[in-house]
T-cell receptor, first 113, second 112 residues
Framework: EPEVTQTPSHQVTQMGQEVILRCVPI?????FYWYRQILGQKVEFLVS????????KSEIFDDQFSVERPDGSNFTLKIRSTKLEDSAMYFC???????????FGPGTRLLVL | QQQVKQSPQSLIVQKGGISIINCAYE??????FPWYQQFPGKGPALLIA?????SEKKEGRFTISFNKSAKQFSLHIMDSQPGDSATYFC???????????FGKGTKLTVNP
């Protein structure tokens, strides 16, 4: 069964450093998403991406964040200058169409020291 | 308006029992309501989903009941098993949006 994959599974970084989280969505899906989950809290939407541009973003997704689909398979989330409060589990998801089921990857646990 | 309120926060059920998790919403523009199951260290996995044009959907031991007038929906897990022990999230998405709004989650423990 096709699945969303994410790398790395864990990332430790120093405050102020840039990190790039990588995702490979399900191959025939057209919509891609990033969510985050701070430890013990609910899953929060960050951004959605369609047709090589951001289609929707939350107030959390400020200028420190960017997304890119650098090739036909990868989808990345970049955090330019990490803060302590960026420590969270970051999930990539994808769906065939808007409003359809979103399938989540296993997540990248980011720890900012 | 954009919130989905989920209860209880935690639930302990004996093996073979029924687990019931409830969610409520205010935004009447929500038109898709999935439930996700999450095991520790893993991503949320879709369990079952419903649209507001039906009042109930059943898949195996899992049933969603949907009450449009009350703006509530619930997940029932029949014959609960220890392997069902996980955190369950209800969610909702508004028509025309791509943003899933999650509830705070319910940690279910099924004792053997």
């Amino acid at each position: 069964e096709p699945e969303v994959t994410q790398t790395p599974s864990h990332q430790v970084t120093q405050m102020g450093q840039e990190v790039i989280l990588r995702c490979v969505p399900i191959s025939n899906h057209l919509y891609f998403y990033w969510y985050r989950q701070i430890l013990g809290q609910k899953v929060e939407f960050l951004v959605s991406f369609y047709n090589n541009e951001i289609s929707e973003k939350s107030e959390i997704f400020d200028d420190q964040f960017s997304v890119e689909r650098p090739d036909g398979s990868n989808f990345t989330l970049k955090i330019r200058s990490t803060k302590l409060e960026d420590s969270a589990m970051y999930f990539c998801a994808s769906s065939e169409d808007r409003g359809e089921t979103q399938y989540f990857g296993p997540g990248t646990r980011l720890l900012v020291l | 308006q954009q919130q989905v309120k989920q209860s209880p926060q935690s639930l302990i059920v004996q093996k073979g029992g029924i687990s019931i998790i409830n969610c409520a919403y205010e935004n009447t523009a929500f038109d898709y309501f999935p439930w996700y199951q999450q095991f520790p260290g893993k991503g949320p996995a879709l369990l079952i989903a419903i649209r507001p044009d039906v009042s109930e959907k059943k898949e195996g031991r899992f049933t969603i009941s949907f009450n449009k007038s009350a703006k509530q929906f619930s997940l029932h897990i029949m014959d609960s098993q220890p392997g069902d022990s996980a955190t369950y999230f209800c969610a909702a998405i508004q028509g025309g949006s791509e943003k899933l709004v999650f509830g705070k989650g319910t940690k279910l423990t099924v004792n053997p």
